[in-house]
């Protein structure tokens, strides 16, 4: 892996939430933890039939310079797609180089 690998711009967004004084949610809003570089490969794609619609998921692997804010439960939006992370935020070579994790896309069928 090398800097010349990641040739990809992704934001990488979380859901900040915000409560009454009840502890009920009144308002979520997206925030933008960060926008980086990263290599971003599909590994893999597959089609269930298992909900009244059709879908088509994308898994993709991403891989950044290390950074340790990045979540579990973070987003990934990448060329216009959503992406939900699927895999804990590793540590590729345990130098703290390198960080990969994996993504999947859902894409309703007939949807883009």
């Known amino acids: 892996m090398s800097l010349d690998d990641l040739t990809e711009r992704i934001s990488v967004v979380y859901f900040e939430t915000e409560r009454n004084t ?3 949610i009144v308002k979520t809003s997206e925030v933008v933890r ?5 290599k971003v490969l599909p590994i893999a794609a ?10 088509n ?3 993709y692997r991403v891989t950044i310079r290390h950074r340790a804010d990045i979540k579990p439960d973070d987003e990934i939006i990448w060329r216009g797609k ?31």
């Open 57 to 59: 998921i994308v898994t």
């Open 34 to 38: 960060c926008t980086v570089w990263a």
């Open 82 to 112: 959503r992406l939900k992370i699927t895999t804990p935020p590793f540590d590729l070579e345990a130098r703290k180089c390198w960080l990969q994790f994996e993504c999947m896309e859902v894409v309703q069928d007939g949807k883009a």
């Open 22 to 24: 009840r502890g009920d």
């Open 46 to 55: 597959k089609t269930t039939d298992t909900t009244p619609a059709r879908e």
